[in-house]
């Protein structure tokens, strides 16, 4: 696992602490690593390989490592990458309604 994917894998662990009922994949534009974030047991788990059951049906999150890991460790929120085009998001949505994010940013 690359030092980039690594990053990714810690803050992800840390930011979902909460069962959201749905998957997200997280992946960077820059080297393509990415993770899945599982949020339908109570207690998420984050892993580099596709849970079982996902079928299609989950939110993605792609852009740069940089990006990532500040909206993943609170230092950034969500909404300003996304408006500012750093970050992508596409697949399903209803994931997003569900999330919570526990983040300090302003």
Wanted: net charge negative.
């Amino acid at each position: 696992m690359s030092s980039d994917a690594e990053r990714l894998q810690s803050a992800a662990e840390a930011c979902f602490t909460q069962g959201f009922g749905g998957v997200l994949r997280v992946e960077s534009s820059g080297d393509g690593s990415s993770l899945w974030i599982d949020g339908r047991p109570d207690v998420p788990t984050v892993s580099d390989r596709a849970p079982p059951e996902v079928a299609g049906r989950f939110c993605l999150w792609r852009g740069p490592v940089q990006v990532l890991s500040t909206i993943l460790s609170g230092q950034r929120r969500l909404e300003t990458a996304y408006t500012a085009g750093q970050l992508k998001i596409s697949g399903d949505m209803a994931v997003m309604a569900r999330l919570e994010l526990g983040t300090s940013a302003p």
